[in-house]
């Protein structure tokens, strides 16, 4: 995490996979390292995995507001012995593992369960109405929401209102906070805009510092740069966006814009 960010008051959201590769519904494997692991000691693997992060991050002066345990769990994590198809008690177990690493080392952050289809009240009472009973320990109910690939790809105005409710009955019901933690729709057809700040830094009205690279040079080259590095930010494919944004990076003068074709 970029030092000056955090001094800049930048909130932070930790998500944990418990996996080699992204985790969601459909994909939740354990680790390569974990495999052949009894469950005891994999218990001791995800809390200790946990710890260890956390502690990481605070000796760099970073502490996570809100940290997931699992990534869209409602079929459970670290598969298969944190699976709930054939029952939620050692996927509990595992999800306690996790909240209390996360404590130990950093009390005030706050642990979120995270599940998907967010405008499914009848999925988010079954799971929670579950975790609940096998004493699950967690702070906040988190939902994704990606109306698009709900079945039939139905338009946002249909689903929408499930949401909002969904969200209202989580609160009374379980007394937690809830939070939207994954929200998208359909990426063809997105307006981009692209911010140059022109500085090794983020510029702001007591904050315009030129780039270092800049330094020295005179102003027709100065000219020439700053068209230069504009012209390296646009797309790929014949100057026009064709897909999702999924990152940007800055370097000095270069600005990178990753996109993900459709």
Same mark, same amino acid.
């Given at each position: 995490?970029? @030092?000056h960010? *955090? ?5 932070v #959201? ?5 996996? &080699?590769?992204?985790? %969601?519904p459909?994909h939740?494997?354990? =680790? $390569?390292?974990? /495999?052949g692991l &009894? ?8 809390y200790?995995y946990?710890f260890?992060?956390?502690?990481a991050?605070? +000796?760099?002066?970073?502490?996570p507001?809100?940290? +997931?345990?699992?990534?869209? *769990? =409602?079929g459970? #994590? ?5 699976s709930n198809?054939?029952?939620w008690? +050692?996927l509990?177990?595992?999800i306690?593992?996790?909240y ?17 289809q967010?405008? @499914? ?7 929670? %109405?579950?975790?609940k $009973?096998?004493?699950?320990?967690y702070d906040? *109910? ?6 698009y690939?709900?079945t039939g790809? =139905?338009d946002?105005t !249909?689903?929408?209102?499930?949401l909002?409710?969904n969200?209202v009955? #989580? /609160? ?7 939070? /939207? ?9 997105m307006r981009v805009?692209?911010n140059?700040h022109?500085? %090794?830094t983020?510029? &702001?009205?007591?904050?315009q510092?030129?780039?270092a690279a800049? /330094?020295g !040079?005179?102003? =027709?080259?100065?000219q020439?740069?700053?068209c230069?590095?504009s012209?390296q ?11 999702c ?7 000095h003068?270069k *600005?990178?814009?990753?996109?993900a %074709? +459709?």
């Amino acid at each position: 995490f970029p @030092s000056h960010d *955090i001094r800049r008051g930048m909130r932070v #959201m930790l998500n944990f996979h418990y996996s &080699d590769t992204w985790a %969601d519904p459909g994909h939740q494997k354990k =680790p $390569a390292a974990w /495999v052949g692991l &009894d469950f005891p000691s994999l218990q001791n693997a995800l809390y200790n995995y946990t710890f260890d992060v956390m502690t990481a991050l605070k +000796q760099a002066g970073v502490t996570p507001e809100w940290v +997931q345990v699992g990534n869209e *769990i =409602p079929g459970g #994590m670290v598969y298969p012995e944190g699976s709930n198809a054939s029952g939620w008690t +050692q996927l509990i177990q595992l999800i306690n593992k996790g909240y209390d690493a996360v404590k130990a080392v950093s009390p005030t952050s706050k642990v979120i369960l995270h599940i998907d289809q967010g405008n @499914s009240n009848s999925r988010f009472r079954w799971w929670f %109405d579950n975790a609940k $009973a096998h004493g699950a320990k967690y702070d906040i *109910i988190g939902l994704s929401y990606y109306p698009y690939w709900l079945t039939g790809s =139905p338009d946002y105005t !249909l689903s929408i209102n499930d949401l909002g409710a969904n969200l209202v009955d #989580m /609160v009374l019901r379980y007394g937690k906070e809830v939070m /939207v933690v994954e929200v998208g729709a359909k990426q063809w057809g997105m307006r981009v805009m692209l911010n140059f700040h022109y500085s %090794d830094t983020w510029a &702001d009205p007591g904050h315009q510092k030129k780039p270092a690279a800049w /330094v020295g !040079l005179d102003f =027709p080259s100065l000219q020439i740069r700053f068209c230069c590095n504009s012209f390296q930010c646009r797309s790929r494919k014949q100057n026009k966006f064709t897909g999702c944004i999924v990152s940007v990076s800055f370097n000095h003068t270069k *600005i990178l814009v990753e996109i993900a %074709d +459709q």
